[in-house]
Every structure is written in structure tokens, then in C-alpha cells.
């Protein structure tokens, strides 16, 4: 299921992004007509997906090597650790949401983006329940789209 | 169906790379950039106010997510800090920069100390586990975003 989810997600994105001659031309600008915001709220959603699903495989694949994630408390994680905790099915289910997505930035190799996630349960002794301001990161590496890097925040004031 | 997965997996594997050369690339330092110098630049700007620098390094797209979740913008942040209710801020103290490069954006990591109030007076004293982004435009690296979140790692 996780599979074939991954290979789901793989043709999504590449009909997204219009990558066919990915990683070809690594250098070279994205497309013309890219439609940068879309992929990277594709992916926004598809980490969140994997996150939901304890689907290791896809986060493995969305993670750039060198990803690094700050989670609220302060808690910096690396891609290992990270695929790690989202693989663990011995952790308790979480239900994520994410909501006001915000494309803050975007160039042919290089996304930035705001989301409001909502994430209701725990995991081990954590609880995670409230909303959180996320600041999610991409960047086109080879001609591929990857998560580069993650900010959250634990909203405790109104807004 | 097995034969579209196989197909597929073919396509994958001929379009991206191998991992190994992605991390190559993603480890690979910005030549010459002092990332250290560039984190401290930016906080001694905000602590001393030098609003000029700050009005240049900041892209438009900049956004601060503070420790509490409150968001602001470029012109947001920037007009609290030229405003009457801007921070007085004795230190602000950058440590442990971690440097993450990935092309044209960066990812910095550290641990900064702030000491101050607010302009009712109010403590801003803390130390903070920070995320920073910047992208490079036209050749300059630029602030993109912050999130700042509480150092409860040692709690």
C-alpha cells in the first residue's frame, strides 16, 4: 500500500512539476510555466500524508539528504531521525491537518512556504495537540523537487 | 500491473539522480560565505537597529514566526522595529550557527539569547532554538524567513 501510495505520489509530482527530463539539466532553470506553487503545495500535502500514514518510504524520498527540521521545544531533527519517528507505527496516530498554505516564495529551484497545521493526539507522552505555524522549505536538487527543511511553531496566541 | 510499477520505477530511476550525489551537492559549502558572520550581521542589525541593512537584507517575502506562533511580514516587522512599540533588546546573541545549503537557499540553525523588554517594559528574556532561510537573488544572499521556538532541550 505504502508502495504503491510512493509510486502515486511519484507520478503526481512529476505531472506536476512537468518533469519528465528531470536531472538531466540540473543547472539549468526550471521550464518556463512551471508551476512552482503548485508542486510545492502538492508536496506540502504529501508530507503531511506520510507524516499521517507512519510511510517512511515517501518521506525518505521527499527528504533532501542534508534536511533538518526544528520541531516545537527547540528540537532539531535530521532526516534519519526524522524518517525514524515518522516510521515508527509503535507511536501513536496522528491527525494533521494543514490549512492557509502560503507560497512566500518561489523561483524555478527554490520554494518557500507558510502553513497552518493542526495536529490532534499523541505520541508516546507527548501530546501535540493544537495548531502550529509551519515554515516548510524546498528546493530542486538534480532536477527534483525535496524538502529541504521544516520551522514549527506552536501557535499560543490568538492571531 | 506489475509491468506499469516496473515501467514507472524505470522512469524514476532514470530521472533522479543517484542520492549519494545529491548529497554531495546539498552538503557543498557556498564558497566563501561566512555564514557565522552573515547570522551575527543580521542580529546586531536588529538589536542596534540599523533598520537600513535590514530593509536590504530582508526579501520581500520575509516572515517571522515568533516563539508564540504570531507571524509577521517585511513590512510588518519592520515597521514595529521603526515604531514606538519596537523592542529594546540588549543582547542578541547568535550560537551553534548550523549551515545547511541547498543551491540558491540556506538553512540556517542556532541558539540565540535575547535579553530585553518590550517597550511596556515587559521581559523578552530567553534563549531560543532558531530556524532561518535564505535564498540568493542576483547573487546576494537574502533573509527569507525565521521560526523561533523556545530551547526546551535541555528541560
Not at chain 1, 49 to 73: I, R, S
Request: glycine fraction near 8%; hydrophobic fraction near 45%.
Amino acid at each position: 500500500m505504502k508502495r504503491a501510495y510512493g509510486l502515486g505520489v511519484t507520478i503526481l509530482v512529476m505531472i506536476a512539476s512537468g518533469a519528465v527530463a528531470l536531472g538531466q539539466a540540473p543547472k539549468k532553470p526550471a521550464a518556463s510555466g512551471e508551476d512552482v506553487a503548485g508542486t510545492v503545495a502538492i508536496l506540502d500535502h504529501v508530507w503531511l500524508d506520510a507524516a499521517h500514514n507512519h510511510d517512511g518510504e515517501t518521506a525518505a524520498w521527499l527528504f533532501a539528504e542534508n534536511f533538518v527540521e526544528v520541531h516545537p521545544g527547540g528540537f532539531l531533527v535530521t532526516k534519519l531521525q526524522q524518517v525514524d519517528m515518522i516510521s515508527n507505527t509503535q507511536l501513536g496516530d496522528l491527525a494533521i491537518q494543514s490549512s492557509d498554505i502560503q507560497v512566500r516564495y518561489a523561483s524555478p529551484d527554490v520554494a518557500v512556504l507558510t502553513d497552518t497545521t493542526t495536529i490532534r493526539g499523541k505520541q508516546g507522552e507527548t501530546n501535540y495537540d493544537g495548531q502550529y505555524r509551519v515554515m516548510r522549505v524546498f528546493a530542486k536538487l538534480q532536477g527534483r523537487w525535496r524538502a529541504a527543511g521544516a520551522g514549527i511553531a506552536r501557535i499560543t496566541t490568538a492571531q | 500491473m506489475r509491468l506499469i510499477h516496473v515501467g514507472v520505477l524505470a522512469l524514476v530511476l532514470s530521472c533522479a539522480p543517484p542520492a549519494f550525489s545529491q548529497t554531495k551537492s546539498a552538503l557543498a559549502p557556498a564558497a566563501a560565505e561566512d555564514w557565522k558572520a552573515l547570522d551575527h550581521k543580521w542580529l546586531d542589525s536588529e538589536r542596534t537597529g540599523d533598520l537600513d541593512y535590514l530593509e536590504k537584507f530582508f526579501a520581500d517575502s520575509y516572515v517571522l514566526v515568533l516563539a508564540n506562533g504570531q507571524s509577521y511580514t517585511k513590512k510588518e516587522w519592520l515597521g514595529i522595529l521603526r515604531g514606538p512599540d519596537r523592542p529594546t533588546l540588549q543582547t542578541l546573541d547568535p550560537e551553534n550557527i548550523q549551515v545547511h545549503v541547498f543551491g540558491n537557499v540556506a538553512i540556517l540553525t542556532d541558539h540565540t539569547t535575547i535579553k530585553g523588554h518590550d517597550s511596556k517594559g515587559k521581559s523578552l528574556d530567553g534563549v531560543f532554538n532558531v530556524f532561518r532561510v535564505v535564498i540568493k537573488k542576483n547573487g546576494t544572499w537574502l533573509a527569507t524567513g525565521v521560526v523561533m521556538n523556545p530551547d526546551l532541550t535541555k528541560k
